[in-house]
């Protein structure tokens, strides 16, 4: 008897894969990117890369997102295509001031030091924060706390608390590849072009950046 639970389209796919490819979705839809690095995330990754690419493919394209596979991170992105996809999450105005924070410092390790991971302090991200905006008051540091939250919900970044540490400034930030994909800048001019909107010399309201 056929799973009325699964779509007929997918008749190929065995019944033993079915529960790992629901969850892979559920974690591209609901997250937009699954983390394949270690445990069960790995076992998943492992199966959408080398067996079921075309199918989550094909499935996310008519909802306007593009799958992205890398290898380099173990990692699964749901990317949307702005001119096509209508579940671009709203990100508020600390959000987006953070995010474009954290993509220039993407950049700016990555120009360099390309094969190596990206890691930060929260003080180091403050810090930057203030040299990157120097017209803002950056965000409080509890506040900070409940941003970084977000965008660890939606893999955005990886944190670790070092042993030893008792300070939030010392937790450690890991901008994930994914990052740099939900605001795909050209170059790092158009990213300070973004930034400068948000100076206080633009006195329009809150403004909100699509994700």
Known sequence: MSDPHWPRFWSDVPEDDRPAIREILGELLGRGTLLGSTGAGRDLFLLARDHYREHLGDYLSPLGLELIVDDDFSLL????????????????KDETLLLLVLWRVWDDHRTNEASSAVILTVDDLWTRFRNTFDKIDPPEKTHLDSLLSRLKRHRLIRTHKPEGASQ????LIEVLPSLPRVIPFDSLES???RAALYQPSDAAGTPTSEA
């Open 77 to 92: 992105q749901a990317r949307p295509r702005p001119e096509a996809c209508h579940l671009l999450s709203q990100f508020t």
């Open 168 to 171: 939030l400034g010392e937790t």
């Open 191 to 193: 990213c300070l072009a």
